[in-house]
């Protein structure tokens, strides 16, 4: 099918899943999560022929490849989205007029929610579970590093819904992964109702360049630790690699690290060594590589880059109102962490740092709509309009008005 025909499609399939029941769609996520964990070998088998073809460096081949724990993972999200209260139809706000008129504000379904996404066949799954529950119809589109991949884990869940008695077709996947099938798709107005990219910053701009369809933008995670003078070396140290080395690929790993001068003075060499012994690249400002010779020199570039890689700027700040004003500076808005023991300058952070998400002594790898709780997340809105954070079940959701009446006029 052609783009414009695959999204007609799903239109044409919407009241599938906006009318299902809560029952109804959390029996197509439990059958969906059986089937991906039932069929982990074929999924697997899809994955390797991707992988077998790709080339465009290790951070994306990172999120492009499938094991057996990370398709467990996917499955136990769907899992927890059907324990989820369904949000549609909830009930925002009531109020009756003098004349008895009755005005209610409801949650509804956007309608059909379009995905454009890179090398990421966790999204697949995570979409299509997101969409079921908040009873979206939903057209995905992949890139072509992981067609195969991507089409096996649509093939098998649809298959397992339509097992369980129902009507799949409003999940779509394009067939078309060129980049004018991408704008095509970008301008289906009047067919999609919203259009979600996730991926790289070229993939989003893209999409805000080229979109006639409202899109919710997801950003880039260009991600700072703030490590002020009385942060404790211990947690410094476990937060630091954790944020930086558990996973380098993804959005939510450590990009940045912004450091007291005092706490500089005393522990940068042991730090810069631990991350050395990761096998983290660090550059820095002149002052960082005056006290540390494993330091090379960053350009003003790469303190605006989200690396994806073993890489790590360093910045040198005298003090807390220093470091935010280079973080607000800097940052893309996604995710920002100050480690200390200064509650009062703690809670300055969390109230002047203009990021989603805004943590204090912890890592910000846990921006993440499993770890959130949501089960599942469509992508990290950077924006402010409508959503932002892990886009969840209510991120999916517009409103409605229903007004009941008996007969009033307006005079």
């Known amino acids: 099918m052609t783009v414009r025909e695959t999204c007609l499609a799903a239109k044409a399939a919407v009241s599938a899943i906006a009318y299902s029941g809560e ?10 999560a059986d089937a991906l964990t039932a069929n982990t070998d074929v999924i697997i088998a899809a994955n390797r022929e991707d992988l077998l073809v790709f080339s465009r460096g290790e951070q994306l081949r990172d999120r492009l490849m499938l094991t057996d724990e990370r398709i467990a993972a996917i499955a136990e999200g769907l899992r927890q989205l059907a324990a989820l209260a369904c949000p549609v139809g909830e009930v925002l706000e009531k109020t009756t007029r003098a004349d008895g008129l009755q005005i209610e504000r409801v949650r509804v379904p956007f309608g059909v929610v379009g995905i454009i996404y890179e090398a990421r066949p966790n999204v697949t799954a995570d979409a299509i579970g997101l969409c079921i529950k908040s009873g979206n119809a939903v057209v995905l589109r992949g890139s072509a590093d992981a067609f195969r991949t991507n089409r096996m884990i649509v093939q098998i869940m649809k298959e397992a819904i339509a097992r369980a008695g129902f009507d799949a077709g409003f ?3 394009l067939e078309d992964c060129s980049r004018e099938g991408a704008r095509e798709f970008m301008r289906q107005k009047g067919v999609l109702d919203v259009l979600i990219p996730r991926g790289s910053a070229s993939l989003i701009r893209s999409t805000l360049e080229n979109a006639t369809v409202p899109v919710i933008e997801t950003g880039t995670g260009n ?30 790993a450590c990009e940045s690290l912004v450091i007291d001068r005092a706490f500089a003075q005393e522990h940068l060499g042991e730090l810069i060594a631990a991350l050395k012994e990761r096998g983290v690249e660090v550059v820095g400002d002149k002052e960082s590589r005056a006290l540390c010779a494993d330091i090379s020199a960053a350009t003003e570039e790469d303190f605006y880059t989200e690396f994806l890689a073993l890489k790590l700027s360093v910045k040198i700040v005298e003090n807390g109102a220093e470091a935010i004003a280079f973080i607000n500076k800097h940052s893309t808005g996604h995710s920002e962490a100050i480690l200390t023991e200064n509650e009062e300058l703690a809670e300055r952070f969390l109230r002047e740092v203009d990021s989603a998400c805004v943590y204090v002594n912890a890592s910000t790898r846990f921006t993440d709509g499993f770890e959130f709780g949501f089960g599942a997340e469509m992508g990290i809105s950077t ?11 209510r991120e999916l959701t517009s409103y409605k008005y229903l007004i009941r009446g008996s007969g009033q006029i307006r005079t």
């Open 223 to 252: 991600c700072h630790i703030y490590i002020e003078r009385s942060a404790r070396l211990q947690t410094v140290l476990s937060v630091v690699l954790n944020a930086k080395t558990q996973r380098p690929s993804v959005c939510n």
């Open 171 to 173: 999940i779509q996947l």
């Open 23 to 32: 029952d109804e769609k959390n029996a197509m996520l439990a059958a969906a």
């Open 383 to 393: 924006q402010k309009l409508h959503a932002r954070g892990p886009m969840g079940l």
